[in-house]
């Protein structure tokens, strides 16, 4: 059983489109969160969702915006795809928000904006 | 100054060799400590978590945190070409903020 899966796996994409991720967790976390990774393998946060509500929005261009119908979904649409988006985006969930509390990381989506 | 540093390597040790990977931060309020392994084309999966100072040993890998020098380590012992991931660290100062990432440390075990 997949605790968080993201789709899709790959994305390969022009310019100046619009693409959306989905995210799903089975655990029953209240928090979901977006991170992106780039070519040397920073990972840094995007956004933090707890119980459908944005609690963290990173400095983080107006084109992207997540959308959480739910506990268990956390989707990123991003409009106007530049090639600076390239990178790997990453959906995880924890049981609470922050440290505190161990995070589940999904197999992650590689976006590749030609 | 980044908040966390972490030397990206690459690291190649032979296999059963004893490993150290290390942080650095800026900091002194975070408390919260982790160590995230990941293969390649997979996503982070947790390996050691510590709060505040302290040890914590788990099979082959020992998690060491100081804060007085802001420095935390992770040793893996009689290292395994199935070591080889890439091994983040990763810190908070609350239960409530997001963790933040090193850049990550590669590592290869050579059998």
């Known amino acids: 059983d997949t605790a968080v899966s993201q789709t899709p796996k790959y994305l390969v994409t022009q310019m100046g489109n619009d693409k959306s991720i989905k995210c799903e967790q089975n655990l029953g976390h209240d928090t979901m969160y977006w991170y992106k990774q780039d070519s040397k393998k920073f990972l840094k946060i995007m956004f933090s969702y707890n119980n459908k509500e944005l609690i963290i929005n990173e400095t983080v261009p107006n084109r992207f915006s997540p959308k959480s119908p739910d506990k268990a979904h956390l989707n990123l649409h991003i409009n106007s795809l530049e090639l600076g988006d390239s990178a790997v985006y990453f959906c995880?969930?924890?049981?609470?928000?922050?440290?505190?509390?161990?995070?589940?990381f999904g197999q992650g989506t590689r976006l590749t904006v030609v | 100054q980044k908040e966390v540093e972490q030397d990206p390597g690459p690291l190649s040790v032979p296999e059963g060799a004893i490993v150290s990977l290390n942080c650095t931060y800026s900091?002194?309020?975070?408390?919260?400590f982790m160590w995230y392994r990941q293969y390649s084309r997979k996503g982070p999966e947790l390996l050691m978590y510590?709060?505040?100072?302290g040890n914590k040993e788990d099979g082959r890998f020992t998690a060491q945190v100081d804060k007085s020098s802001k420095y935390i380590s992770l040793f893996i012992r009689d290292s395994q070409p199935s070591d080889s991931a890439t091994y983040l660290c990763?810190?908070?100062?609350?239960?409530?903020?997001?963790?933040?990432f090193g850049k990550g440390t590669r590592l290869s075990v050579i059998a």
């Open positions: 990763a810190m908070s100062h609350s239960g409530n903020t997001p963790l933040v």
């Open positions: 900091n002194s309020a975070f408390q919260y």
């Open positions: 995880a969930s924890s049981l609470q928000q922050g440290g505190a509390t161990e995070a589940f």
């Open positions: 510590t709060y505040s100072s």
